[in-house]
């Protein structure tokens, strides 16, 4: 199953479930299907197609949660950069991976929108849905592709790992444009919870939200 079929048949379970918290914000299940629809539209609208690569430099804000389902609404593919890497190696990382169109500034991602996108229902679950870079300890940062199949099969296994009950929420501290930060976004997607960001980590915050 890829990744938009996924988001929808949680709307479809779970419609006024909240999904998405943050920044003052709160989304239910159907209206983050709805904003990933507008937002799709809004990326065709800049020149992104299906199988494109949508690269966005973002912190932990509710608008890269809702850039990573437009894209997978789309079927492009969302390549998460760091925004605490070099300009040298983000401009690598850029060119590197042959994004269609990169985002830096929440501002540009709240802009996407248009009329609901009919959504890539019919993608195969072996395109790629993300593609993250390694860390570069060894050399220049390594784009990795990974499939709508691997994606969600990292998210069931976080729901497992953690024991995460249906309708539970996870604070989202780890970056997402980390293995473990976007597994935990899937994860609480699969079992019907709320997605709580937190942009840049701290103690009391955290302690807040929680």
């Given at each position: 199953?890829?990744?938009a079929?996924?988001?929808?048949?949680?709307?479809?379970?779970?419609?006024d479930?909240?999904?998405?918290?943050?920044d003052?914000?709160?989304?239910?299940?159907?209206?983050?299907?709805?904003?990933?629809?507008?937002?799709?539209?809004?990326?065709?609208?800049?020149?992104?197609?299906r199988?494109?690569?949508?690269?966005?430099?973002?912190?932990?804000?509710?608008?890269?949660?809702?850039?990573?389902?437009?894209?997978?609404?789309?079927?492009?593919?969302?390549?998460?950069?760091?925004?605490?890497?070099?300009?040298?190696?983000?401009?690598?990382?850029?060119?590197?991976?042959?994004?269609?169109?990169?985002?830096?500034?929440?501002?540009?991602?709240?802009?996407?929108?248009?009329?609901?996108?009919?959504?890539?229902?019919?993608l195969?679950?072996?395109?790629?849905?993300?593609?993250?870079?390694?860390?570069?300890?060894?050399?220049?940062?390594?784009?990795?592709?990974?499939?709508?199949?691997?994606?969600?099969?990292?998210?069931?296994?976080?729901?497992?790992?953690?024991?995460?009950?249906?309708?539970?929420?996870?604070?989202?501290?780890?970056?997402?444009?980390?293995?473990?930060?976007?597994?935990?976004?899937?994860?609480?997607?699969?079992?019907?919870?709320?997605?709580?960001?937190?942009?840049?980590?701290?103690?009391?915050?955290?302690?807040?939200?929680?």
């Amino acid at each position: 199953m890829n990744l938009a079929l996924s988001l929808l048949y949680a709307a479809e379970r779970t419609p006024d479930a909240e999904a998405l918290v943050g920044d003052g914000r709160r989304l239910t299940y159907a209206q983050l299907r709805t904003r990933a629809a507008e937002m799709a539209a809004g990326l065709v609208e800049r020149g992104v197609e299906r199988g494109d690569r949508v690269a966005g430099v973002l912190r932990n804000k509710t608008e890269t949660v809702e850039l990573y389902w437009g894209t997978q609404w789309l079927g492009a593919c969302f390549v998460p950069l760091s925004h605490r890497i070099s300009q040298e190696d983000l401009d690598y990382c850029i060119a590197d991976s042959g994004a269609r169109l990169v985002l830096d500034d929440v501002a540009a991602v709240r802009e996407l929108t248009g009329d609901e996108h009919p959504c890539a229902l019919d993608l195969d679950e072996g395109e790629p849905s993300i593609q993250l870079y390694t860390s570069g300890t060894t050399g220049r940062p390594k784009g990795v592709p990974r499939s709508h199949r691997a994606e969600r099969a990292g998210g069931l296994s976080q729901v497992v790992q953690h024991g995460l009950q249906f309708g539970e929420r996870t604070l989202g501290v780890m970056p997402l444009y980390h293995t473990m930060g976007v597994h935990s976004m899937i994860a609480v997607s699969l079992a019907g919870g709320c997605f709580v960001t937190q942009p840049e980590w701290d103690a009391e915050t955290a302690l807040q939200l929680i």
